[in-house]
């Protein structure tokens, strides 16, 4: 399924975070590839996935969102609430599901689905902020931007770095490779710089990009 294809290796450090709800701590460490594999051996289609993966994430994540029916409620800080209210048509149908919470950021990301296409929602809970991205997003160490690498047939066949505002994520820098990539994963080694592990033809291969490579599209500078 096209959203594993730049499923991030790196695991967040476990966050304890104190809040105006009900909860006094949240275990923030992502499902793993395998955790995910097996909760979705069985799934249906893409959107039944992700609400296999949703279960275990309300589980491990409590307090953090609401599961009634076909509207999913993520909590707000320091207070407020949104809703996610998933769309029943046939054909071009939207699913909204818990995927993760980025406690650097205070981000809430919903795994998305309308029609065939999969994207990302990410939810900045002190603004509720939307903002959609193609992949799973990797915070950089200075929290102020996002990595994305959507390479799979179907995807945009695009690296992306991601400007963390309280107004939304805005695309910042943009970056295609000359052949074809698959299984890209994106990490950072450090705020200026990152390291893409990927497959070009049937070889695994790695590259480092700097920030500041003159090959980067700007976007929205």
């Known amino acids: 399924m096209k959203r594993f294809a730049g ?35 069985e799934a249906e289609d893409e959107a039944h996935c992700g609400r296999l993966i949703e279960a275990a994430q309300l589980r491990r994540l409590p307090g953090l969102a609401q599961r009634n029916g076909n509207t999913l409620t993520v909590t707000l800080y320091p207070s407020g609430s949104a809703r996610f209210v998933d769309g029943d048509d046939p054909v071009n149908g939207t699913s909204y599901s818990l995927w993760e919470y980025l406690d650097p950021i205070n981000t809430v990301v ?12 990410l939810v900045q809970r002190p603004t509720n902020a939307r903002t959609e991205v193609p992949s799973e997003p990797v915070v950089a160490p200075d929290r102020q931007r996002l990595v994305t690498a959507d390479f799979c047939d179907g995807c ?19 970056w295609s490779p000359p052949t074809a990539w698959t299984g890209a994963v994106a990490s950072w080694k450090d705020g200026t710089t990152l390291v893409i592990d990927y497959t070009a033809g049937a070889a695994p291969q790695q590259v480092v990009r700097k920030l500041d490579d003159p090959s980067w599209r700007r976007v929205n500078p």
């Not at 105006?20 to 793993?32: C, E, H, K, Q």
């Not at 919903?110 to 929602?121: C, D, K, S």
């Not at 945009?156 to 943009?174: F, H, M, Q, S, Y």
């Open 110 to 121: 919903l795994f998305t689905t309308r029609g065939e296409r999969t994207t990302f929602t």
């Open 156 to 174: 945009t066949n695009e690296l992306a770095v991601w400007r963390i505002a309280p107004d939304g994520v805005k695309k910042a820098l943009a």
């Open 7 to 41: 499923r991030r290796c790196a695991v967040l450090a476990p966050a304890v975070l104190a809040c105006a709800v009900a909860w006094t701590s949240l275990d923030a460490v992502p499902l793993s590839d395998d955790e995910i594999a097996k909760l979705c051996d």
